[in-house]
């Protein structure tokens, strides 16, 4: 199980091919959700995006979604990787990986992550627009 | 010892700085510390409270050497909206 708080930009594809569990024969599903940064939002272009986090208690609450994770599904590995600080259009926000012997459980597990980790890993974004900065106050619901 | 408490966000943004300290002896819950660091201001219906790096409710109990933190929403993951 991987959680990490990256400053600087990353590649998620990298990132996954350096990360994925050796599960000697075991793993039959790997799913993945990697989040990017757009240029628009509401309707008005964004042009750059700042990340706050609570150090140690965003890292605290990240652990404790893989793990549930991981329980739940009986998965061979977890990864949650998120950015933090000034982020552009294009860049990676968040990577979200689960590894395990069959699709339904991996599928299950990442979008678990994904979604406890909108609702409940301290984040906050602030926008920067044309007309100014504005902090986003609440998330997609999911549809 | 004290009661370490942080602000994020645009609730930092709010109160001027990202963490101050009470004496523990004037505060029992996380409402009081609220009340002591925005000078009688209600506690806004949507803020987030934490013990401890923990999620908290108003009357949660603070003790001597606890962070507290307040903050708005959260919004991590994509920026999918």
């Known amino acids: 199980m991987i959680v ?9 594809w990298q990132e996954l091919s350096r990360r994925t569990p050796d599960a000697g024969g075991r793993c039959g599903a790997t799913a993945v959700f990697v989040g990017t940064m757009r240029d628009f939002n509401e309707g008005v272009s964004v042009r750059e ?22 329980a739940r599904w009986e998965l061979l ?3 949650i990787v998120h950015r933090v600080g000034q982020i552009r259009p294009d860049e990676t926000i968040v990577l979200v990986a689960a590894w395990a012997a069959h699709r339904a ?6 979008r678990y992550l994904i979604e406890e980790l909108k609702s409940r890993a301290p984040f906050w974004k602030k926008e920067s627009l044309p007309q100014g900065e504005r902090w986003v ?3 997609t619901p999911v549809g | 010892m004290a009661i370490v408490v942080k602000f994020f966000a645009s609730l930092r943004e709010r109160m001027g700085c990202s963490e101050t300290t009470l004496d523990a002896q004037q505060v029992k819950t996380v409402a009081e510390v609220w009340q002591r660091v925005a000078d009688g201001e209600p506690l806004p219906a949507n803020l987030l409270m ?10 949660s109990e603070v003790r001597d050497g606890d962070e507290v933190a307040f ?5 991590g993951g994509a920026h999918d909206r």
Do not use: C, Q, S, W
């Open chain 1, 137 to 139: 106050e609440k998330n």
């Open chain 1, 105 to 110: 459980e991996a599928f299950a597990a990442a």
């Open chain 1, 77 to 79: 590995d977890a990864l």
């Open chain 1, 49 to 70: 995006m700042f990340l706050e986090h609570y150090p140690g208690m965003t890292e605290k609450h990240l652990e404790t979604i893989a793990a549930e994770a991981v």
């Open chain 1, 4 to 12: 990490e708080i990256r400053t600087a930009p990353f590649d998620p």
């Open chain 2, 50 to 59: 934490a013990v401890n790096m923990e999620y908290a409710e108003a009357d």
């Open chain 2, 71 to 75: 903050f708005p929403p959260v919004t």
